[in-house]
């Protein structure tokens, strides 16, 4: 079994920047991807990036594409995402979780083994 952990979420003014950490624990054969995903009070948990393990293609949304970089340490197995011009907006918790089947790697319900999350909060 897997265990994702997120670290490195804070506070931070628009403009600014944050890189966050998901630190894998566990065997991670079989894992397809690794993505990181939002969430906001009353909105649903939507896709931000994800990283292909075996051969290291990335997407990205497109809320998000040109500002954040999602890349993997090998020697860890620890997934960054690097934050740069943040905006309000981008205020959430951010999780980040594994897929073992390939499919839609954009949707949440494709991932398992998520972490705790951790909060990102941008203030204008």
């Known amino acids: 079994q897997v265990q994702l952990v997120e670290s490195g979420g804070g506070l931070v003014q628009a403009g600014g920047s944050l890189r966050l950490s998901c630190a894998a624990k566990?065997?991670?054969?079989?894992?397809?991807?690794v993505g990181w995903f939002r969430q906001t009070p009353g909105k649903e948990r939507e896709f931000v990036a994800f990283?292909?393990?075996?051969?290291?293609?990335?997407h990205y949304s497109d809320s998000v594409r040109g500002r954040f970089a999602i890349s993997r340490d090998n020697a860890d197995n620890t997934v960054y995402l690097q934050m740069d011009s943040l905006k309000p907006e981008d205020t959430a918790v951010y999780y980040c979780?594994?897929?073992?089947?390939?499919?839609?790697?954009?949707?949440?319900?494709?991932?398992?083994?998520w972490g705790q999350g951790t909060q990102v909060t941008v203030s204008s």
């Open positions: 979780a594994r897929n073992t089947i390939g499919g839609t790697l954009s949707s949440r319900g494709f991932y398992t083994d």
């Open positions: 566990g065997e991670m054969d079989g894992t397809r991807a």
């Open positions: 990283i292909s393990w075996n051969n290291g293609p990335t």
